[in-house]
């Protein structure tokens, strides 16, 4: 006598879990516990110096324009990449200005920045 036999309306069919889907289900929750998990490296790459910024840090940039007036650009670093050339490059996203074209931000133009023109800003 089929299962769907006991009940006509197929009510108990709901609850029930074809056995190769629970098999995956063990099968993959299993795995979990047999795979190494990866670690996070806090050492050098290949002799590569640690970046001086970190993903998340909040930055600032001085520049001057072109009429001599100078303000500071605000930004978050989103990534970070090394190069030969240029050591550490890092990717920002900027947040505000104290310059009056304020409504430019936030902004991220993709355009690396190199450490030397980055400060760490601290909230305090």
């Given at each position: 006598m089929p299962l769907s036999a006991d009940c006509p309306d197929g009510r108990s069919q709901l609850l029930m879990f074809p056995r190769r889907e629970l098999l995956q289900k063990i099968a993959s929750a299993a795995l979990l516990f047999f795979v190494p998990r990866s670690q996070s490296v806090a050492l050098p790459l290949n002799g590569r110096p640690l970046p001086e910024f970190n993903?998340?840090?909040?930055?600032?940039?001085?520049?001057?324009?072109?009429?001599?007036?100078g303000f500071v650009e605000f930004g978050e670093v989103m990534g970070a990449c090394h190069r030969p050339e240029d050591g550490w490059v890092y990717y920002i996203n900027w947040t505000h200005s104290t310059s009056s074209d304020d409504f430019n931000y936030p902004c991220f133009e993709g355009e690396p920045t190199t450490a030397d023109r980055l400060r760490l800003v601290s909230h305090g």
């Open positions: 993903i998340g840090d909040s930055i600032s940039v001085d520049w001057t324009e072109e009429f001599d007036e």
